[in-house]
């Protein structure tokens, strides 16, 4: 089988010619050539003729990436890979510990609310060597969407269940209900809603000047946290959690509980996830398109940056600022069936948390644009 996938990689290449849609070509000598001039084989991405990872060629393993707010919490999906849990468990007790966490304000308890003032949260896993998938959208009053996302893989026939029926089911399961709206991501969410108009009733406590724009005052965030996870022997965990968009129209469900978009595992290739605009994921179905890139060669940094690409190129003029660059934040992250692991940013600054063998620790993201200037700067 896996035999039969590097041979059909070797066909795609050689009748696409020279050039991979991912803009990775065959060098002289024949190797895997990225667009940065790097051999594939560097990074560890090129499948083994075995289909199997070849001890040799493996860059570490286990490896747990995440989102940077997931920096204290892949130590304890590391944990659990040591100890021989399966990696689905490990990357979703990972994300609790941030879905728990009221000071964080992209997911579950204090995850900022929709323009109504609730919190509507999206979550989706995968587990590798099932290819099963489980997945909640616009789930209220549950802090830890990914363990019911967990219970729709294991206990019904369906990948995804929605609003009131996913909060039924979730109930049915014992989960305990409670008010997700913190002070403070109350606060915040008062303070968009009354800087909003200057010709509405809402009044201000304090210094935003009335009508300065929501937009200006309290900006949109995507704010959420995706965490992967490979084992020792190569079989992959996947998990991506949100309260979404802030201040989002109810209903609004992003690209984190859709498979192929927010996540993707395959557990013969990698796994991919994304953070940021999802509604740029939901377009392009990055986290597969990164896996696909992946089976044909690519470094899990270089699928990342090409998938990068085809988002920024499918980007409507609305979304571009004066020079035309995609105005959104967004990364991409992906860790191949060898250990390898990269990712990739929309705009400068963005970083992904890693553990390997050499402990936990923040990386910087390469990114397709530089950060954005800072205004009067
Ligand atoms: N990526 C999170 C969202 O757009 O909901």
């Not at 992250?333 to 390997?356: E, H, L, N, W």
Request: aromatic share 4%.
């Amino acid at each position: 089988m896996a035999g039969k996938l590097d041979r059909l990689t070797r066909r795609r290449l050689l009748q696409g010619g020279a050039v991979l849609a991912g803009g990775a070509a065959l060098g002289s000598a024949g190797r895997l050539v990225g667009q940065d001039g790097s051999l594939i084989d560097d990074f560890g991405g090129k499948q083994a003729p075995s289909g199997k990872a070849e001890p040799s060629r493996l860059i570490s393993r286990p490896v747990v990436i995440s989102s940077a707010n997931g920096l204290k919490a892949i130590e304890t999906a590391m944990r659990m890979l040591k100890e021989g849990k399966d990696p689905l468990d490990s990357v979703i007790a990972a994300v609790n510990i941030v879905e728990d966490d009221p000071n964080d304000h992209s997911v579950g308890l204090g995850g900022l609310p929709n323009e109504d003032g609730v919190v509507e949260l999206d979550a989706s896993v995968m587990h590798g060597p099932t290819h099963k998938a489980g997945a909640v959208a616009s789930l209220r009053n549950i802090k830890n969407p990914s363990c019911v996302a967990r219970l729709v893989m294991k206990r019904t026939d369906h990948v995804l269940l929605v609003g009131e029926g996913a909060l039924r089911f979730a109930r049915a399961h014992g989960f305990k209900e409670e008010n997700l709206l913190t002070e403070d991501s109350r606060k915040k969410w008062l303070k968009w809603k009354e800087s909003l108009s200057k010709d509405d009733d809402w009044l201000e406590e304090e210094e935003t000047p009335k009508g300065a724009g929501g937009k200006e005052a309290v900006p949109f965030t995507w704010g959420t946290i995706n965490c992967l996870g490979i084992n020792e022997k190569g079989d992959i965990g996947g998990v991506t959690t949100t309260s979404g968009l802030s201040w989002k129209i109810p209903g609004r469900v992003g690209d984190s509980p859709i498979i192929g978009a927010g996540l993707y595992v395959d557990n013969e290739v990698g796994a991919a996830g994304s953070t940021g605009r999802g509604e740029a994921n939901l377009q392009n179905c990055s986290s597969f398109l990164i896996v696909e890139l992946m089976r044909t060669g690519l470094s899990p940094a270089q699928a990342c940056m090409e998938t990068m690409r085809r988002i920024a190129q499918h980007t409507e003029k609305r979304l571009r600022d004066e020079k035309g660059v995609p105005d959104y934040e967004l990364s991409l992250y992906a860790i191949s069936k060898y250990g390898a692991f990269g990712g990739a940013t929309m705009r400068g600054g963005g970083k992904m948390a890693v553990m390997d063998k050499d402990g936990a620790r923040l990386v910087e993201l390469p990114s397709l644009y530089p950060a954005k200037e800072k205004r009067g700067a």
